[in-house]
């Protein structure tokens, strides 16, 4: 993936070589080549990593020092990517954050260990910290590109804070305030609290009850004798004004201690968006530099690796044959299809023909829910000649190949795996005649619309899929047509699963355990009764 060109390597600035280098400034690690990220300034690099060390949470105001190995340049930006999306999703189902963190929480313990307590082991807890503060500056880079990334990165990256910050104990959350030093953090004196008392009380007993779940009223009462007011300036909690959730007199906005996330929050937001600009404006530097412009490109497309991964090569539960060359026109296994599936099994049932990218797509599906090669080999041989629009002979001179290859019984013999969203959105664009493809891509608004329509889709559903499609989120708006046409219909089955749907065989595999969980429940109802 990335060219060594010793001329252009040597002389690139950044890139410094040392004696446990070759010399096309690759390090060796015994005898072995790793590609390194190095830094030049040591008492940086030791000043950085003891921050790091002795804090739970952070701004990443000093930028990183030191050298990383290109592998954990791509793999831990694409760790940090994965969380990010999946909270960019929850802001577009206007999740709030209580029920965002419990989704974002097992995500963080995977692949951001050090946002959660992560090892016991210092070594470890230091690999995990420098991982994750890394991971924050490689993405900046990414997403620094455009104005529309930036605000999704910053909007993602402030939750993710927030929610960070939820989980320190008390006593860690304290620390890190009173390690920001922020000059806007002043509390105002014990009598200018009893002068404004019954108003400030007024204006935090509904926040007490509802985010503190203080119900009782000597309960809130008690809770604000103890609490510390912050005065500031109302436009720094423009947001909590908004929901009335502070009380304002001249300008002036009193935020409770413990509503003091917000201010901080925002406070991060606004260095992360100014240092994203500084960041814009030495892009051209990178130019210099041809290994990570690969990466740099391909993150900032919205890079995430597949969330359906079958081991050893094995797709699919299909011990009992229920699915084969007939069955997968069957009401029963096409209700669970994702619309692109769809779409392609409709375009080859009334053409008898699909073009290269619609093929390549639909066989890899239909191997990943377990349609065998010969099973498939029927499957297509009919769906081609059916109708006497090609005869088997001539299937079998153009077109057996392909699909057998597809299985590994041909060429090189790879056991090639079903397309996931993003190797799907980076083929061509279907033309006129085309199936493949994303619909919620290429599709007209007014044709998506009917489809969702024929999917049972209610206006309000449908007109929340469109604007995902129109800000680019198409794997949001696939998850949300997944979630609205799989609903608990009366049963007590809930969708637990709240990741992002990112694979068309996830969609399929997801919608048939909800449907075996749903008759499991029935049988127990018709059971009891």
């Not at 600009?277 to 530099?289: G, I």
Request: hydrophobic share 35%; proline share 3%; with cysteine.
């Amino acid at each position: 993936m990335f060219r060594q060109n010793k001329k252009r390597l040597s002389s690139r600035r950044n890139f410094d070589l040392s004696a446990d280098m070759d010399s096309s400034g690759i390090k060796l690690e015994n005898g072995v080549h790793q590609y390194v990220l190095s830094g030049s300034d040591a008492e940086k690099e030791q000043k950085l990593y003891d921050s790091i060390n002795s804090t739970k949470l952070y701004f990443y105001e000093q930028p990183p020092q030191g050298e990383i190995t290109l592998e954990e340049f791509e793999t831990w930006a694409i760790d940090r990517l994965k969380i990010l999306q999946e909270i960019q999703a929850s802001i577009s189902r206007n999740r709030s954050l209580k029920d965002t963190a419990a989704v974002i929480k097992p995500l963080l313990q995977k692949l951001l260990p050090s946002a959660t307590g992560g090892s016991h082991s210092a070594a470890e807890a230091f690999a995990e910290k420098k991982k994750d503060y890394y991971s924050h500056y490689i993405l900046r880079l990414c997403f620094a590109r455009t104005k529309e990334l930036r605000e999704s990165f910053v909007r993602a990256e402030t939750l993710l804070f927030k929610i960070r910050f939820n989980l320190l104990t008390s006593t860690d959350q304290a620390k890190f305030v009173q390690s920001l030093d922020l000059p806007m953090l002043q509390f105002i004196s014990d009598d200018e609290k009893n002068e404004l008392a019954a108003k400030l009380y007024q204006a935090a007993s509904p926040v007490l009850q509802f985010q503190l779940n203080l119900t009782d009223e000597q309960q809130r009462k008690a809770y604000f004798a103890r609490e510390r007011y912050i005065k500031l300036p109302f436009e720094n909690v423009i947001e909590l004004i908004g929901n009335r959730q502070v009380f304002l007199k001249d300008g002036y906005a009193y935020l409770p201690q413990f509503q003091q996330l917000n201010l901080i929050a925002s406070e991060f937001a606004n260095n992360l968006n100014a240092s994203l600009m500084k960041v814009f404006q030495s892009l051209p530097r990178m130019n210099e530099d041809d290994r990570l412009l690969p990466i740099l490109a391909h993150l900032s497309a919205g890079y995430t690796m597949t969330d359906f991964d079958q081991a050893d090569g094995q797709y699919g539960n299909n011990a009992d044959n229920e699915i084969n060359a007939e069955s997968v026109w069957s009401p029963e296994i096409s209700k669970h299809y994702p619309l692109s599936v769809r779409h392609l099994m409709e375009g080859l049932k009334q053409n008898h023909h699909l073009r290269y990218y619609g093929r390549q797509q639909l066989s890899l599906f239909l191997k990943g829910i377990g349609l065998s090669a010969d099973e498939s080999l029927k499957f297509f041989t009919k769906a081609f000649t059916d109708g006497g629009h090609m005869t088997v002979e001539k299937f079998n001179k153009e077109y057996k190949y392909n699909f057998r290859h597809n299985y590994g019984l041909e060429g090189n013999r790879i056991n090639y795996r079903p397309w996931d969203c993003r190797t799907i959105l980076s083929k061509p664009r279907p033309g006129r005649g085309d199936f493949h493809g994303c619909p919620f891509r290429d599709f007209s608004s007014e044709k998506l619309t009917s489809e969702l329509q024929k999917m049972g889709l209610t206006p309000a559903q449908i007109t929340s899929v469109l604007d995902s499609c129109q800000k680019g989120e198409y794997t949001t708006a696939n998850t949300k047509v997944f979630e609205f046409t799989h609903d608990s219909n009366g049963t007590d089955v809930e969708i637990n699963d709240q990741t992002l749907i990112a694979h068309p065989n996830l969609y399929f595999e997801r919608s048939r355990q909800l449907e075996q969980k749903r008759k499991e429940i029935e049988d127990k109802i018709k059971g009891s009764s």
